[in-house]
């Protein structure tokens, strides 16, 4: 099978002989790959003008609804991709990861679109105030960049690699164009080809390059994005492009690592703890063969655990039935190929400079229903180095596979020391149930790693893993790690939008913004805004209320039904040296007022009270004070109609200013409403 690229709208396969692909357990020709004849620029200039456009206009909203689609979709025909997968050496368990992961990716994004507001563009934290008399001010908001998302993935998670990415920038609007590694590149192209059939994504959101790329960047520009998984020489390569430079691209790298797990003095042989860590240990090592990005390299354990350590582990990889991934009862599949189980046989030897072996063979081991010869087989293998301080090797070169070597520590110093000398990793777990040693180690060592997982049997049955990046939080890592920052939320959308200042009037900004800024002018809506429906409502629609003067039995009452007796509000005697003059209104009192004040009792469109986002008592409120409102419509975030509901609604956030017969703030809050849709 010759796989073809997709590329301007269309399929296309290379004009060359194209590079053979093997089945990883049986040596067989999987597919053949290649780019020859492509385009490069053309796809590049296809994705900005066609692909672009029609992302940027939609809003955070409308694309994370387009990403729960396609998950779904995806989702649908989850078992033709486990299929495919088994040839790249994966086994099941291994194959879930990537899959179900990635299309976990395209869930997870797709509920972050809750945190935007249903617009296309992002108003990002408090505006500026920039005058004394409140006419001039500054906000920040975050546009799409014009460009394209240029994806180089690495071969060890197909799905994922592209998933996890293209659902950040799909959702931040951008357009992306996939370079999976070419290795295992059949998986990603079969997923891509059901991307496309199902039409979800606007034309140009995604094309694909199945067979070599080495002079797409060229082509980049200053609106593109260029992300990067893989080994730290081809980053630093990568990065190191004329074009890169010269158009200060932003270049998101995400290397492999030295990561490690630190076993706490605490969790000695026979506790929890030291059982959790050897099953931590033994997943790291044998899911996907050690190859991920994240796999534990380095095992810290206090000097006084090593024996105990070593044949806990020892023990556990026994239980580890090496062959096809396709046969039932095999734990651990193979390398994505020959040429892998070469180059990690090349890096053992360097560790073995200064290390030693105690578990496992590079040659003598057994397969299970698989080509040993043909295939891409290795055992696991537990290398020892007791002195890491001074054999640094173990902190310097990788081995991508099954492959973890384990070494000791004096004290809790020492292990953040060790910990360090991988200079940046993306991940490290360390196995204690003291949360005063997770905290020291947490804290010493947090500079050197972009995710520290505490792991102790109170978390042991949810946790995810040592070597499981989640989409919510970042993923990167510093020095040798790549020094990126990949998914992590609002923080990874925000990775493909241009940042921009904006300044003028509160007026201004509220018309750019679509959010009312305090001191902006005030729209009269002819009638109070609880008698309109969602649709009608303006940003900027003030209600002035009537006015309510506040009294000593205003004070007591409220006490009474809210069992607030503080001092302030009920003992006049007891107010020296407090910035209060004579007995204070309760600040939810206050609220309280307000909100019968601004009320519209009838029934109407406003359904429920949906919460209170900020509220601050700016000043004290004392019985003969006269409050008023000033009730206006600050923010609308359309809501998706839920299964089996028969009415359409939205959420509006309301500016609650209350102030006095001085016409100054005594409280100021945001309050939610939902509010019903107009009939379709």
């Known amino acids: 099978m010759k796989l073809e690229n997709y590329v301007c709208g269309r399929w296309q396969a290379g004009t060359g002989p194209g590079q053979e692909l093997y089945d990883a357990s049986t040596g067989e020709v999987v597919a053949i790959a290649g780019s020859e004849g492509l385009d490069f620029g053309a796809m590049l200039d ?29 989702l649908e025909r989850k078992e033709k991709y486990y299929e495919i997968s088994y040839k790249t050496g994966a086994t099941r368990a291994d194959s879930w990861i990537d899959i179900e992961g990635g299309i976990g990716n395209l869930f997870a994004n797709a509920s972050l679109r809750r945190k935007f507001p249903d617009l ?29 998302a240029v994806h180089i993935n690495a071969f060890n998670f197909p799905v994922w690699g592209m998933l996890e990415k293209c659902a950040v920038n799909w959702l931040a ?17 079969a997923v891509v080809r059901d991307i496309i059939k199902s039409g979800i994504l606007p034309e140009g959101a995604l094309q694909l390059i199945c067979g070599n ?80 990005c994240t796999a534990v390299r380095r095992i810290i354990v206090p000097e006084k655990y090593m024996e105990d350590a070593q044949i806990a582990i020892g023990k556990a990889l026994t239980n580890t039935p090496i062959g096809d991934p396709r046969v039932e009862g095999v734990k651990m599949g193979a390398l994505a190929g020959k040429s892998q189980v070469n180059e990690v046989k090349e890096k053992v030897q360097m560790l073995l400079k200064n290390s030693t072996l105690v578990y496992g063979d590079l040659e003598q081991f057994e397969v299970t229903h698989g080509n040993k010869n043909q295939g891409a087989f290795l055992s696991p293998l537990l290398l020892r180095n007791d002195a890491p301080a001074i054999h640094q090797e173990v902190h310097q070169i990788e081995a991508f596979g099954p492959v973890s070597t384990l070494m000791p520590y004096k004290d809790l110093d020492e292990a953040v020391e060790i910990a360090k000398m991988g200079k940046g990793s993306l991940c490290c777990s360390i196995v204690t149930y003291d949360d005063r040693i997770a905290r020291d180690f947490v804290l010493n060592a947090a500079t050197h790693h972009c995710r520290i997982l505490v792991l102790h049997r109170d978390s042991a049955k949810e946790s995810t893993g040592h070597g ?75 209600l002035i209320t009537h006015k309510r003067t506040v009294t000593e039995s205003d004070i007591v009452s409220f006490a009474n039904v809210s069992w607030d007796h503080f001092y302030a509000h009920t003992d006049a005697t007891s107010l020296e040296g407090t910035p209060f003059s004579q007995r204070v209104a309760h600040g939810y009192f206050v609220l309280s007022a307000a909100a019968g004040l601004f009320v519209d009792a009838a029934k109407g469109p406003v359904l429920l009270n949906y919460g209170l986002e900020e509220c601050r008592f700016t000043k004290p409120v004392y019985p003969g004070m006269t409050i008023g409102v000033r009730l206006t419509v600050k923010e609308k975030i359309a809501q998706e109609q839920k299964e089996g509901e028969d009415y359409r609604k939205g959420i509006v956030k309301w500016l609650v200013d209350v102030y006095d017969e001085t016409n100054e703030t005594v409280a100021i809050a945001t309050i939610l409403t939902m509010v019903r849709m107009k009939e379709a």
């Open 120 to 148: 296309p563009y992002y108003t990002e934290g408090e505006p500026v105030g920039l005058s004394k008399g409140g006419t001039f001010m500054g906000h920040h908001i975050l546009v799409p960049k014009e460009g394209v």
């Open 173 to 189: 609007g951008m357009p992306a164009v996939v370079k999976p590694a070419t290795l295992t590149s059949y998986l990603t192209e």
């Open 213 to 292: 790329a080495r002079t797409l960047l060229d082509f980049v520009n200053y609106q593109d994005v260029v992300t990067f998984t893989g080994s730290a020489s081809t980053g630093i390569m990568l990065k190191s492009n004329r074009r890169i430079i010269e158009e200060s691209v932003p270049f998101n790298m995400e290397a492999d690592s030295l990561n490690c797990i630190v076993l706490g003095e605490d969790a000695a042989p026979g506790t929890p703890e030291f059982d959790l860590f050897v099953k931590e240990v033994r997943r790291e090592i044998v899911v996907k063969c050690g190859q991920k």
């Open 468 to 542: 499981s990046p989640m989409p919510l939080l970042v993923h990167g890592g510093p020095g040798r790690a790549g020094g990126g920052e990949e998914m992590g939320g609002m923080r990874g959308v925000k990775h493909y939008m241009q940042r921009c200042a904006i300044q003028g009037t509160p007026t201004t900004i509220t018309a750019i913004t679509d959010q009312y800024q305090y001191g902006a002018a005030y729209k009269d809506g002819g009638k109070h805004p609880f008698r309109k429906y969602f649709e009608e409502l303006e940003i900027g629609e003030t």
């Open 46 to 74: 296809y994705g900005r003008q066609t692909g672009n456009k029609n992302l940027r206009k939609l809003t955070f909203h409308e694309r994370g609804r387009m990403l729960k689609a396609l998950a779904l979709y995806l």
